[in-house]
């Protein structure tokens, strides 16, 4: 019963930044330390594809897409995980989906997404 709440999507234009966030609540087992948390993105007529993931000891992983201009970071004390984009281009506009894998159980857990639009 944990859910995900994304938060800071929108409308930017190319060259800009937005940060998202995701909170956690409900039963969290283990702890949110006991999770894999990422960001995941679909643009129309595109397959889901992973934009970033972070253990609870820090390290991450990014698609190639946006290294170097997306960070992911987590907050365990108040069970969030943020994605800082910069650099916005077009074929970043997609929705952004948060997700957890709870490490034990290697079970998911969807948020019910978040339109970024990089437009001019």
């Known amino acids: 019963q944990v859910q995900l709440e994304e938060s800071g999507g929108g409308l930017v234009q190319p060259g800009g930044s937005l940060r998202l966030s995701c909170a956690a609540s409900?039963?969290?087992?283990?702890?949110?330390?006991?999770?894999?948390m990422g960001w995941y993105r679909q643009a129309p007529g595109k397959q889901r594809e992973l934009v970033a993931a972070?253990?609870?000891?820090?390290?991450?992983n990014y698609a190639d897409s946006v290294k170097g201009r997306f960070t992911i970071s987590r907050d365990n004390a108040k069970n969030t995980v943020y994605l800082q984009m910069n650099s916005l281009k077009p074929e970043d506009t997609a929705v952004y989906y948060c997700?957890?894998?709870?490490?034990?159980?290697?079970?998911?857990?969807w948020g019910q997404g978040t339109q970024v639009t990089v437009s001019s």
């Open positions: 409900g039963s969290i087992f283990s702890g949110f330390s006991g999770y894999v």
């Open positions: 997700h957890a894998r709870r490490i034990v159980t290697m079970s998911d857990r």
């Open positions: 972070i253990t609870n000891g820090g390290s991450t």
